[in-house]
């Protein structure tokens, strides 16, 4: 089981830290990903990391803004996101892939086997 939480309400220009708690797995055995689903749009791909955190990988759009970062021992991964811009409204989604499977060159939402609800993050302008 995945639980994303920290999303929010923010100003453009500000940050906002999510995490994705897992349960029920070996989570150091899984590759991590965030996507997120605009209003009326398709859930995108935002952000992934190998399994022991010696990899990451980002959407050209959230490059440079966001970091994706994971604690085994706590089980759960991360996502700093800073310089919000109200095109970063969406509600975002953490999702695992196991590790057998390698990691994803061009990750996509079926690209990963589980997923958790979704936080809602909201940037004014």
């Known amino acids: 089981q995945l639980q994303a939480s920290g999303g929010g309400l923010v100003q453009a220009g500000g940050s906002l830290r999510l995490s994705c708690a897992a349960s029920?797995?070996?989570?150091?055995?899984?590759?991590m990903g965030w996507f997120r689903q605009g209003p009326g749009k398709e859930r995108v791909f935002v952000s992934t990391i190998e399994w022991n955190g010696g990899r990451t990988y980002y959407a050209d759009s959230v490059k440079g803004r966001f970091t994706i970062s994971r604690d085994n021992a706590k089980n759960t991964v991360y996502l700093q996101m800073n310089s919000l811009k109200s095109e970063d409204t969406a509600v975002y989604y953490c999702?695992?892939?196991?590790?057998?499977?390698?990691?994803?060159?061009?990750?996509?939402?079926?690209?990963?086997?589980?997923w958790g609800r979704g936080t809602q993050v909201t940037v004014s302008s």
């Open positions: 999702a695992a892939r196991h590790r057998i499977l390698g990691f994803p060159d061009a990750p996509r939402p079926d690209s990963f086997d589980s």
């Open positions: 029920g797995l070996t989570f150091s055995s899984y590759i």
